[in-house]
């Protein structure tokens, strides 16, 4: 399990906990419901987005390890053409050179 997994795991836990609590005080009630989901909403948010930013930093650093310094001295860098919502064109709505 993932040290994200293990993070969003403790709070459904204890988000459960914590309501089997109120439950059994009798004070359990819909905005309790919503405020545990709420917690619970907010960390996982917070969990994915930091797995997300580690997976890109993580895939980035070996990334440039593997090229190392066998980086070609003449390697150019290409910009990817885009489709914006009228078709594959640039800014001007002129269309964009094709890559190859």
């Known amino acids: 399990m993932s040290v994200y997994s293990e993070r969003v795991s403790d709070v459904v836990t204890a988000t459960v906990e914590v309501?089997?609590?109120?439950?059994?005080a009798g004070s359990f009630t819909p905005e309790v419901a919503r405020a545990l989901s709420a917690v619970v909403g907010k960390v996982a948010e917070r969990v994915i987005g930091d797995a997300e930013l580690n997976g890109f930093v993580?895939?980035?650093?070996?990334?440039?390890?593997?090229?190392?310094?066998?980086?070609?001295?003449?390697?150019?860098?290409?910009q990817v053409p885009a489709w914006d919502v009228r078709g594959?064109?640039?800014r001007s709505g002129s269309p964009?050179?094709?890559?190859?």
């Open 19 to 24: 309501a089997a609590d109120s439950a059994a």
């Open 58 to 78: 993580t895939g980035w650093q070996e990334a440039m390890a593997t090229l190392g310094d066998d980086t070609p001295a003449d390697a150019q860098v290409y």
């Open 88 to 90: 594959p064109a640039g």
């Open 96 to 100: 964009r050179p094709r890559v190859r």
